[in-house]
């Protein structure tokens, strides 16, 4: 496996290395993702393979052009206002974090859409992305590069310790610049709903297309099965035989993005009235609820070293936190904590972004 840092000749090399069906992973400005060619059936088996997912959860398909938009996508089926609100949001958020659900072309293999009529589409906001994609066929399927299930990536290193061995390349390009997946948008039905919050608002979908439609399984913490076993390694059945996708998008599946650490979820005046424990770990939306709570609390506890307190924005910012978010957590699994106490961020903005993932995180009984 070559572990590069992004230069003009990596990415050449990471090119090659799709064009000739192999895997590469690259940074975008959310996470990273581990690529292969949009195209090729047998190289996207092998993302499935290498990163444990079941087969019926469909990956993003990546594009670095507005006129790709129609190899990728069948625009045809959609209706005139469909149409035009997709317009918008491309010319306004792309490129950026938003993925839409569109009906795809015949050109994608249906392996890469887990036999949904549908692809979910992106035109990611990195220079390193875009010029890979390029380089390569023009469009790269990819998940986040983390194995099933875990926390996503948001610098190499997260990715050479967990799946490095697996893959080909991966592209060095810091950390990035998000730190959380995009939002997936479903618009394919006419229907408009957000099937996964992430780095594009709510609010700011809505300012250009009107009002979304409500999602209800959003949210529904474990209202989804997680896979059996038997269904997460269904890597061998071939596209005819896929079973019938039942998860809308399995970014909805109960316990996703998930820390090794049991993590609980507070609200603000929960997590105030949460008294010091040993081996765990405060983890503060913001200053001033780590103020109070501190003030709270029996001062010659919190000397104890094996504790930690960490806040995701002294000043209370979701744009900062949300960017810090699965850094910190990262950090914090490796660190032998019991337990992780993390405190909700207001649901604005990206905090629903935030809040979601720390909802999956989260340890059944939070
Ligand atoms: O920011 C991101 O979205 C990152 C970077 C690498 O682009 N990618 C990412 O991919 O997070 P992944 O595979 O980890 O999550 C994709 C989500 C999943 O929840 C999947 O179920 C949903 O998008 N999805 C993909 N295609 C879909 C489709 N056709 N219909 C509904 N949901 C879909
Ligand atoms: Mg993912």
Redesign the pocket.
């Known amino acids: 496996m070559n572990y590069l840092p992004v230069t003009d000749e990596s990415l050449l090399q990471a090119a090659d290395i799709i064009k000739n069906g192999g895997i590469a992973v690259f940074p ?1 400005e ?5 690529g292969a060619d949009a195209f090729n059936p047998q190289a996207i088996a092998r993302v499935f393979e290498v990163k444990g ?1 079941p087969r019926f ?4 398909i ?1 594009i670095a052009a507005a006129e790709t938009l129609e190899i990728v996508a069948d625009l045809s089926v959609l209706d005139k206002e469909v149409r035009n609100k997709l317009f918008l949001l491309a010319e306004n958020v792309w490129p950026g ?1 938003l ?1 839409i ?1 569109l009906p ?1 072309n015949e050109k994608i293999p249906g392996i890469a ?2 036999g ?1 009529s ?3 589409i ?1 035109f ?1 906001d990195h220079e390193a992305a875009q010029k890979l994609i390029s380089l390569s066929t023009g469009a790269i399927a ?5 194995p099933f299930g875990s926390l ?1 990536p948001t610098r190499a290193e997260h990715v050479r310790d967990s799946l490095g061995g697996k893959v080909d390349i991966i592209l060095d390009g810091g950390s990035t610049r998000i730190g ?3 939002t ?1 948008l ?1 618009i ?1 039905d006419g229907s408009f709903k957000i ?2 919050p ?2 594009t608002p709510k609010e700011f979908i809505e300012s250009l297309i009107g009002k979304l439609t409500e999602n209800r399984e959003q949210r529904t913490k474990n209202s989804e099965q997680f896979p059996t076993q038997s269904e997460q390694t269904c890597f061998s059945t071939p596209d005819s035989q896929l079973p019938t996708p039942h ?6 599946l109960k316990s996703h993005y998930a820390p090794k650490t049991p993590l609980f979820v507070l609200t603000k005046e929960e997590i105030i009235n949460k008294s010091y424990e040993n081996s765990c770990v405060f983890l503060f939306f913001d200053g001033l609820t780590r103020n109070i709570w501190r003030k709270a609390q029996n001062q010659s506890d919190l000397l104890s070293e094996n504790s930690r307190i960490v806040v995701l924005s002294e000043a209370g910012q979701v744009l900062e936190a949300a960017f810090g978010l699965f850094d910190v957590l990262h950090e914090l699994d490796n660190g032998g904590f019991s337990r992780i106490y993390a405190q909700f961020a207001p649901s604005e903005g990206l905090g629903e972004a935030i809040n979601d993932r720390l909802l999956r995180a989260s340890h059944p009984h939070s």
């Open positions: 975008t959310t996470v990273y993702g581990l997912r959860d469909p990956l993003i990546h974090p993925s659900v795809k859409t887990a949904l549908t692809a979910a992106r990611p990819a998940p986040s590069a983390n996503s959380l997946e995009s997936v479903d394919a099937l996964r992430g780095g998860l809308i998008s399995p970014g909805q």
